[in-house]
């Protein structure tokens, strides 16, 4: 059985816990699209941990982990990734990585921040990991595979041939250092000696696991708001963060694919530009939701910066479910509203005065005011709760409020960090 978990909204939703929660169920873990530009939040027995690059079934002996061919693989940050894991007394984990996989190269990285800083203002917001230039070349078709790593003639061929690109790129249009090809043909020599141990033939090994009926979780990044075609383009990511490009970025059939659970916070955040209409705008307000937020504040995982802050927004978040064809949805960080008398839903965008619940298209989303409905608060701490009938009144009511509003079931809610910390509704 293959389930995916992914976010309906603009990312750190809380999919680190919640893929950690069923990966303990699961056989084997994939990641399927994104590279270290964004990081889940992992609270165990070992500690906290922010994973990057590596699945989050890493914690987990029996699991096999995989690192599919739709990742953008840094191939330095992974095995800084696992040192990190091992530094802490957590045993190496099973891990494979597949040979389709490409590799983010130096210069991606590179490129990544002189675009930012030729574009100054209107700059993307990018964490700078060289993802956008990754699948750039990837689409343009001179990335390296990490099956081409290990042919030296294939190499060489290919660099000679980039290379010229690249360096007139550097030194015309940014204004920096050219890249030396026999020093890249060096790095790429450690990176084929780095990740040797781990490359394999992903598909046909997940072909094999489909018929002997492993559980295999795909792990999403980012959100529904990101995706480059359904998301709020051009402030997205660069590669799908839909639940369906789990079938390509794993290479397994879309149809295996039974399971999709949606996972939204009981408020909103949200990193980097873009409109963001639920956004609080009351910087007092926004900033005691933003010290409240998640577990220890509500800051990104990679880069430390401060997140916006919205209230919960049903359009976004219905449409989230719906693109990524939400069987289930898990309400997360329920608890972090406890201190609220009264909380504000965001039901409805008013678009050129007329009200829709149809989330639209970027263009048109600048327009956006949102129709708020205010709910009543529970004024109480809920963690430690573990079954949905002993949560406050008015704290199940706002869980049931959503879900009426997103379409979707809500089957897991979410009241505190811990692994431990969910309340089952099936
Ligand atoms: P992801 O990218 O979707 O995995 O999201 P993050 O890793 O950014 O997770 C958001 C933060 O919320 C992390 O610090 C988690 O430890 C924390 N978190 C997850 N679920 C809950 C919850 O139910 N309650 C609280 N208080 N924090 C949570």
């Not at 039901?347 to 129709?371: Q, R, S």
Request: aromatic share 8%; with cysteine.
């Amino acid at each position: 059985m293959v389930r995916a978990v992914v976010g309906a909204n603009w990312g750190d939703e809380g999919k680190g816990k919640i893929t950690d929660m069923l990966a303990e169920q699961a056989d084997i873990v994939i990641r399927f699209q994104g590279g270290a530009n964004a990081g889940h939040t992992i609270v165990n027995e070992y500690g906290k941990f922010a994973l990057h690059t590596l699945p989050s079934g890493v914690f987990h002996q029996n699991i096999m982990n995989i690192i599919g061919n739709g990742v953008a693989l840094d191939v330095e940050k992974v095995v800084a990734e696992i040192k990190s894991l091992t530094d802490r007394n957590v045993p190496a984990p099973h891990l494979m990585i597949s040979n389709r996989a490409q590799v983010v190269m130096p210069y991606h990285v590179l490129f990544d921040q002189y675009e930012e800083e030729r574009l100054g203002k209107a700059s993307f917001g990018s964490t700078k990991s060289g993802i956008a230039p990754f699948y750039s070349d990837k689409y343009a078709k001179i990335g390296f595979q990490v099956s081409e790593l290990f042919d030296d003639d294939i190499l060489k061929d290919k660099l000679d041939h980039v290379l010229v690109q690249k360096n007139t790129l550097l030194k015309y249009l940014y204004k920096k250092p050219e890249i030396d090809p026999e020093e890249m043909m060096k790095t790429l020599h450690e990176y084929r000696d780095l990740i040797a141990p781990y490359v394999g033939d992903v598909s046909a090994y997940l072909y094999q696991a489909i018929k002997d009926g492993k559980t295999i979780l795909l792990e999403g990044q980012l959100g529904t708001m990101k995706d480059p075609d359904h998301g709020i383009y051009p402030m997205v990511t660069s590669s799908s963060t839909l639940a369906a490009y789990g079938a390509i970025g794993a290479g397994i059939p879309p149809y295996e694919i039974k399971d999709i659970v949606a996972v939204t916070k009981a408020y909103s955040s949200a990193v980097g530009g873009g409109d963001f209409v639920s956004e609080i705008l009351d910087e007092q307000k926004a900033d005691e939701l933003r010290r409240r937020g998640g577990d220890g504040g509500e800051y990104g995982a990679t880069t430390g910066r401060p997140r916006r802050m919205g209230w919960y927004d049903c359009v976004a978040s219905k449409y989230g479910c719906r693109l990524q064809g939400a069987t289930e949805a898990a309400l997360t960080v329920l608890d972090v509203l406890g201190y609220l008398d009264e909380i504000p839903v965001c039901t409805g965008y008013e678009i050129d005065g007329k009200v829709t619940t149809d989330f639209p298209v970027t263009a048109l989303l600048n327009k956006a005011k949102p129709v708020y409905e205010t709910l009543p608060g529970w004024k109480c701490d809920i963690r430690g709760i573990k079954k949905y009938e002993d949560l406050p009144e008015n704290c199940r009511k706002y869980i049931e409020f959503i879900e009426k509003h997103i379409e979707c079931p809500i089957t897991m809610v979410s009241n505190g960090p811990a692994r431990e910390d969910i309340i089952l509704r099936k």
